[in-house]
């Protein structure tokens, strides 16, 4: 034991300039330690800023997207009624913007969404497409069904005519 003391110095201003130096050194280890520290998480928090902004960012440019594609399957759905052409492009068009935007989703919490609204916007429009066939189908029979009340009408005036000229029928 007396030689791990032998080492130290004797004299007590000298100790103590010792345990001054060691507790200097300790400090500006503590310093170091704490400004890279800092950095570190000066560099992580800045990572984790600029992802979640650009998500952020992101998700905003989504929901205008998809706002604005809504926005024209209402305007397409208050339209369609006889515009098969009408349909039919902007049909294609709307579930074209709506695959595009579920291709560039990055959040699979979103992707799932998307594909589920493309999907339900699909039969829809299918289902437009029968109500503009079954329309047409309706103009079709209208127009037959008007010709033929006005061959029926011509018919019976026809008749009339004869009846009344062969003295069967008295005009009124």
């Known amino acids: 034991m007396e030689k791990l ?13 010792l345990i001054s130096i060691l507790i200097s ?8 330690v704490t400004w890279v520290s800092f950095q570190n ?3 992580l928090l800045t990572k984790i800023v600029v992802k979640e902004f650009t998500q952020v960012l992101d998700n905003a440019k989504s929901g205008r997207e998809l706002g604005r594609i809504v926005s024209d399957a209402t305007l397409l759905e ?4 006889g515009k098969d052409n009408l349909l039919k492009t902007e049909g294609a068009r709307l579930l074209k913007e709506i695959s595009i ?5 990055a959040d699979p919490q979103l992707k ?13 429009i299918d289902q437009y497409a029968v109500i503009n066939g079954l329309y047409l189908e309706i103009q079709s029979i209208q127009q037959h069904l008007a010709i033929s009340l ?4 011509e018919l019976v005036t ?7 000229l062969q003295g069967k029928i008295h005009p009124l």
């Not at 208050?78 to 009624?81: G, L, M």
């Not at 935007?101 to 989703?105: C, G, R």
């Open 25 to 32: 050194f300790v400090f500006v280890m503590l310093t170091i």
């Open 158 to 164: 026809d008749k009339m005519i004869t009846q009344v």
């Open 41 to 43: 998480i000066e560099g």
């Open 101 to 105: 935007l579920e291709a560039k989703a």
């Open 5 to 17: 003391f032998s080492i130290l110095p004797k004299k007590i201003t000298t100790k103590f300039m």
């Open 78 to 81: 208050n339209t369609f009624f």
């Open 150 to 153: 006005a061959s029926l009408e």
């Open 112 to 124: 799932e969404p998307l594909r589920g609204y493309r999907h339900k916007l699909q039969q829809v």
